[in-house]
């Protein structure tokens, strides 16, 4: 407990009836010579006082209870003259002038009877106190802190009431350890504790790889990886892709060049034709140039195929002279020049390429040795078109030509126009040599853009018609 002396000062007047002059030593005495006194009592400013705690007040037994009368304020001697005041019954005063209470209590020279209420016991000398009584009473600097409630207090664990910080940057293998300060996390190789949790590492300026030929990088060279668990991310594998990215390895082709997906190859290019025929001709190139729209190149690629149309943009070809077509490969054929193409066991000419009325058709193929074919002959020539084909649903033949026996199966085939229809190619109309039974103003035909058989005005003008000879 912390020790607070409690001064007091007691005059010891010589020869003033009202005082006794006491042996020393004792409380109210002077001090030994040595500045001691005797137990329990302390030696201050020469004087023997009591001692006291926080708890208690020690007088002495010998100190009889206050004389309101024995002391008067004119025997008060100043602190300065270092005197003891004392009445004959040992009652005190202190050094400041401050006399007892009335009911013995001793007054501080800065405080009123109403901040400290001090009773003695009137038995050992100890002080009691009221509610309050020692509250302005300033304990010892050195003195140990009382004990609190809050000192037992166990922190709490970070790890449990955060469930568990450390795994909020990804690492599910963080193990988190309770700290005096809080908590820190044992972190998984490639990553990192940041204070928080644990971050995953990372490593810049990683080169890009795998830059194919006639291609240059879409726009960093080398990226930033970040750790993801199981390995470094984004891969420094480039990829071809049109959109930039500083993040991830990218690249495009250069200019004039298009990747085809698995190569940056360039806009232009020849076409080669595949091989034709034997007894045939190309007609009129075996290979082509190419451009790159940006999504297909055209002219088209193109399959090598039989047409007497010439183009520089497909792979065609025809027969040879000396040969003749019989709609499946060229022969040979004692057929005359001007019939250059044999199919169906039958010579034919070329088409005229002009428009011509039906008695103007047979007057050309007279001309060349030859005549117009047939309805039937006409009707071999035509493919792909099963209702119209030689042997199909429709019914005109050369032993029906009566408009009774057409019906809508002889045009039964979409209008293409690009030749599919015809053995030969042709995507016209062309003229055949008999007329319609019923109606013999017309005249049968087939035209060959849709593969439809019908028949058509013989000398109708401007006319729309060619026609094929046959020998």
Not at 256 to 280: I, L, M, Q, Y
Not at 319 to 339: E, H, I, K, L, P
Not at 398 to 425: A, H, K, Q
Request: proline share 5%; net charge negative.
């Amino acid at each position: 407990m912390t020790k607070i002396a409690l001064l007091l000062p007691i005059v010891l007047t010589v020869g003033c009836s009202d005082f006794v002059l006491k042996d020393r030593g004792d409380i109210g005495e002077s001090c030994f010579g040595n500045g001691t006194c005797k137990d329990p009592f302390i030696c201050v400013a020469g004087a023997c006082v009591a001692s006291y705690d926080d708890s208690d007040l020690l007088l002495s037994d010998t100190a009889e209870p206050f004389d309101d009368d024995a002391v008067q304020p004119d025997d008060i001697v100043s602190p300065d003259e270092e005197t003891i005041l004392a009445d004959d019954h040992g009652a005190l005063s202190d050094a400041d002038g401050e006399l007892p209470d009335a009911d013995g209590d001793l007054l501080d020279a800065d405080q009123s009877a109403d901040e400290i209420d001090v009773v003695s016991d009137g038995e050992d000398g100890t002080v009691d106190h009221d509610e309050g009584s020692l509250d302005n009473i300033v304990p010892d600097e050195d003195a140990d802190p009382i004990p609190s409630d809050e000192d037992d207090v166990t922190p709490p664990n970070e790890c449990v009431t955060m469930s568990d910080p450390c795994d909020n940057g990804g690492d599910i293998g963080a193990v988190c350890n309770d700290t005096v300060a809080g908590y820190d996390c044992a972190c998984s190789l490639n990553y990192a504790f940041n204070g928080t949790f644990c971050l995953a590492d990372t490593r810049s300026e990683q080169p890009c790889t795998g830059l194919p030929a006639n291609a240059s990088w879409n726009t960093v060279s080398s990226i930033v990886q970040t750790w993801n668990g199981s390995s470094w991310q984004p891969d420094t594998a480039g990829v071809h892709n049109q959109n930039p990215s500083t993040t991830e390895c990218r690249f495009i082709c250069v200019t004039d060049h298009h990747w085809d997906g698995a190569a940056c190859v360039s806009n232009t290019r020849t076409f080669t034709c595949a091989e034709k025929p034997e007894n045939s001709d190309w007609n009129t190139v075996s290979s082509y140039q190419q451009a790159w729209n940006g999504s297909a190149w055209t002219p088209s690629d193109s399959a090598t195929s039989y047409s007497l149309n010439g183009s520089t943009t497909a792979c065609r070809y025809k027969c040879a002279a000396g040969s003749a077509w019989t709609g499946s490969a060229c022969v040979s054929s004692s057929c005359g020049a001007n019939f250059p193409n044999t199919f169906g066991g039958l010579c034919w000419s070329e088409p005229t390429g002009l428009p011509t009325t039906w008695g103007d058709a047979g007057t050309h193929c007279s001309s060349i040795g030859g005549r117009r074919p047939t309805i039937s002959e006409l009707r071999k020539l035509i493919t792909t078109c099963p209702a119209t084909q030689t042997g199909g649903s429709c019914g005109v033949t050369d032993s029906c030509l009566s408009s009774t026996c057409w019906s809508s199966n002889c045009e039964s085939c979409t209008d293409m126009g690009d030749g599919r229809y015809s053995v030969f190619g042709d995507r016209t109309w062309l003229w055949s040599s008999q007329e319609l039974l019923s109606y013999t103003a017309n005249a049968w035909y087939v035209n060959f853009k849709s593969g439809r058989v019908y028949n058509g005005e013989k000398n109708y003008t401007p006319a729309n018609y060619d026609v094929r000879c046959v020998q």
